[in-house]
């Protein structure tokens, strides 16, 4: 009798020990989102991914556009500095871009007219503009940024390394937000094809189709220079287009498309950014008060728009390509319609069109509160 005591005892034990696993298993935390932020800066888009509860940066990987390889990596070191996230690390990637140069971009303005903006290749602006003139720095220059430079250390891997190894690391897991040229991402792919289909998905910046401008005032008019007369031009894929050509026929799972389109309507204006200030946290105030205003919130969408699909208010499917050929429309975006693409390997991609900008702006704000 007393055996039959023990073992019915037992038993119970062990289903209401099975029992309060199940049910702590089913109260655990979800999984977070894993993503590498692949970019050209340190800004508002960094700082909305690192701060979502559920994501999971596991790098900054960077690359020259707006300003040289090694002064990008500067900024995002100080960047997480600022915010306090040097857990994340930075790891610097191409300097230069595959094919295209300073100099060769000089010799095509010669035939076709000065572009509007050249990132790390630019001396000052065409126009008169409202922005500040971007400040010239060669590629190897001695980094001494406005504020002070960083105390920590980009790793020792390279950038397009850290991408094949992260995605084989964690097939099927790793969603890419690449806000600047896509040197990174070719660059990697060729060295292993299987890198594209391993990631999650790609969710990029760039590009750009029919913009208009849709706020109706000085900054809004002097980046609309860019998109005027030549719709299908924009600086990230610009600065290298045979990397983005590459990007575009990489077989990714899902692409998601986030071109200058969306951007028109948004911008970030002194009351954003007073809103912005007066909602952040230690760390992330400092960082907004060197802000400059006026500009769209490009890679912000980029962001947005992957954190909560439901900011999307206009998207259409599309088959994408950049034009690499070395003449007038070198750099340009190339788009089809399923019916009408050539099939030379250019992807599906979903194109964000429109945003629900009052809610992205709220996302803004409790983010960087958080």
């Known amino acids: 009798m007393l055996l039959r005591i023990k073992h019915g005892l037992a038993r119970f034990v062990t289903a209401a020990g099975l029992l309060l696993a199940l049910a702590s298993a089913a109260h655990a935390a979800p999984e ?118 960083p105390k920590t250390h ?48 790609l969710v990029y910046m760039g590009g750009s189709l029919a913009p208009r401008q849709v706020l109706n005032n000085r900054a809004a008019a002097d980046f609309a220079r860019e998109f005027v007369n030549n719709p299908r031009r924009e600086f990230n894929i610009r600065f290298d287009p045979e990397a983005a050509s590459i ?12 071109p200058v389109d969306p951007s028109t309507a948004t911008q970030l204006s002194p009351a954003l950014i007073a809103r912005l200030g007066q909602a952040a946290r230690t760390g992330v105030d400092r960082f907004i008060k060197q802000l400059e205003p006026g500009f769209p919130l490009w890679d912000e969408i980029a962001a947005a728009v992957w954190l909560d699909p439901a900011i999307v208010k206009t998207q259409r499917r599309m088959w994408i390509d950049f034009e690499s050929q070395q003449g007038a429309g070198y750099g340009d975006t190339l788009s089809w319609d399923e019916a009408y693409h050539p099939g030379l390997g250019e992807q599906a991609q979903d194109v964000v069109l429109a945003i629900d900008v009052p809610k992205m702006e709220t996302m803004l704000a409790r983010l960087v509160g958080k």
């Open 32 to 149: 977070r989102r894993k993503v590498i932020i692949d970019d050209d800066g340190f800004g508002l888009m960094q700082v909305m991914l690192l701060s979502a509860p559920d994501v999971e940066v596991l790098g900054l990987t960077t690359v020259s556009g707006n300003a040289w390889a090694n002064r990008v990596t500067a900024q995002a070191l100080r960047g997480l500095e600022w915010i306090g996230r040097t857990d994340v690390p930075v790891v610097a990637g191409a300097t230069f871009p595959l094919l295209n140069s300073e100099v060769a971009t000089e010799r095509w303005e010669q035939t076709h007219g000065p572009l509007v903006f050249k990132g790390a290749f630019m001396k000052r602006w065409v126009e008169d503009t409202q922005q500040t003139p971007p400040p010239y720095h060669g590629p190897f220059d001695a980094v001494d940024l406005p504020g002070g430079n």
């Open 154 to 201: 980009a790793t020792d891997e390279i950038a397009a390394n850290f991408l094949i190894r992260m995605v084989h690391k964690y097939p099927g897991q790793i969603t890419i937000v690449a806000c600047g040229p896509m040197t990174n991402l070719a660059l990697a792919q060729r060295l292993d094809p299987a890198f594209a289909g391993l990631a999650k998905e």
């Open 247 to 258: 990007m575009a026929r990489s077989p990714w799972r899902k692409i998601t498309m986030v």
